[in-house]
């Protein structure tokens, strides 16, 4: 994957991925591929309008944040406005660390991301299927926790938050029969500012706020690996 588009002020200077000069950057191939100086180590999985990922962005200076959004409307008004934001502070430095991509999770992840890339992920008021015969397609599963599990680094976190009281028992029914996943305290949840931060700055988590709903929270740590027999 080519991250230069989405991360410019973040390439590796001088050489492509093969470790040679990239002297053709009008027609790269995939040798001349740009890489980054770091890893993406956040994601906002379904990120809807990017409030988290542009509240996140200047409170996580030295971390890459990559939103993920299926629908192509919402994921062009995403990367437009992190455009402008980019181009609204041009000598801070600020908004230059996120980034939004078009993109299936369910059926992509692991192609995006290697093995204990991950430290932190987003599940922000996920579509909730409501109906039986859709659950399967719910962003939280058996399968899909076991591919989380393969992108997470030992010791990350995955933050989910919905409205919906059923989806959030489903994902913590889901997360917690799972042997890679141990669910935070209530007091670290409670100490975490990422928590707040999902909890107030989403499109989403401010409209339940304005209709004073509630907010269900469940945070999940990814435990070390078992040792080999």
């Not at 409030?51 to 437009?80: C, H, N, S």
């Amino acid at each position: 994957m080519d991250w230069s588009p989405y991360y410019p002020a973040f390439i590796a200077p001088g050489k492509s991925s093969s470790g040679c000069v990239n002297q053709h950057p009008a027609s790269p191939g995939f040798s001349d591929i740009r890489p980054l100086v770091k890893d993406i180590e956040v994601a906002d999985i379904g990120c809807g309008f990017g409030g988290l990922l542009v509240a996140l962005g200047p409170r996580l200076p030295d971390k890459l944040l990559l939103g993920m959004e299926i629908r192509m409307q919402v994921t062009e008004f995403v990367q437009d406005r992190i455009k402008a934001l980019r181009n609204q502070n041009p000598n801070t430095g600020l908004y230059q660390n996120i980034a939004c991509l078009r993109a299936n999770t369910m059926k992509f992840l692991p192609n995006l991301f290697k093995k204990h890339q991950l430290t932190k992920i987003f599940l922000c008021f996920p579509d909730p299927h409501f109906k039986a015969r859709k659950h399967k397609a719910r962003i939280v599963s058996t399968t899909l926790n076991s591919e989380y599990a393969y992108v997470m680094k030992p010791g990350g976190i995955i933050y989910t938050i919905t409205d919906v009281k059923d989806l959030h028992d489903w994902m913590v029914q889901h997360f917690d029969a799972h042997p890679s996943f141990e669910r935070v305290t209530q007091q670290d949840q409670d100490n975490d500012e990422c928590v707040q931060v999902m909890r107030m700055e989403t499109e989403e988590g401010k409209k339940v706020e304005r209709n004073q709903g509630d907010k269900f929270v469940a945070c999940y740590c990814r435990l070390e690996d078992p040792p080999w027999p």
